[in-house]
């Protein structure tokens, strides 16, 4: 399965980017979808997860009403909106899927599958 990220960039504190995962290859039905970020010398962090088969969408606390993940089937590609961004929010951000549930969404060992990585930097 190959995971596509695009959208990174460099961005002011206030501003917004839209990340996107591609899966060329891969329908996703009962798996989730979700963003991790990692920032140097800080443990994988999950971020955002949406439910493959019910759409039902997960966030962590921190991102809460800045962030959004949707999908689009027909593309096969999974979105990430970020608004309100924090210099806090600086991470390399991973799209990764699995088969995980509601309750282990946020656990990326779970995960099968991972993108190369995309950069978001916030000052």
């Known amino acids: 399965v190959q995971l596509v990220e695009s959208g990174g960039g460099s961005v002011q504190a206030g501003g917004s980017l839209k990340l996107s995962c591609a899966a060329p290859d891969f329908t996703c039905r009962r798996n989730f979808m979700a963003w991790f970020r990692q920032a140097p010398g800080k443990e994988r962090e999950g971020v955002a997860a949406?439910?493959?088969?019910?759409?039902?969408?997960y966030y962590a606390d921190s991102v809460k009403g800045r962030f959004s993940i949707s999908r689009d089937n027909a593309k096969n590609t999974v979105y990430l909106q970020m608004n309100s961004l924090r210099p806090e929010d600086t991470a390399t951000y991973y799209c990764?899927?699995?088969?995980?549930?509601?309750?282990?969404?946020?656990?990326?060992?779970?995960?099968?599958?991972w993108g190369q990585g995309t950069q978001v930097t916030v000052s």
């Open positions: 949406i439910s493959c088969f019910s759409g039902v969408t």
């Open positions: 990764g899927t699995g088969s995980v549930s509601s309750d282990s969404w946020h656990d990326g060992g779970r995960f099968d599958y």
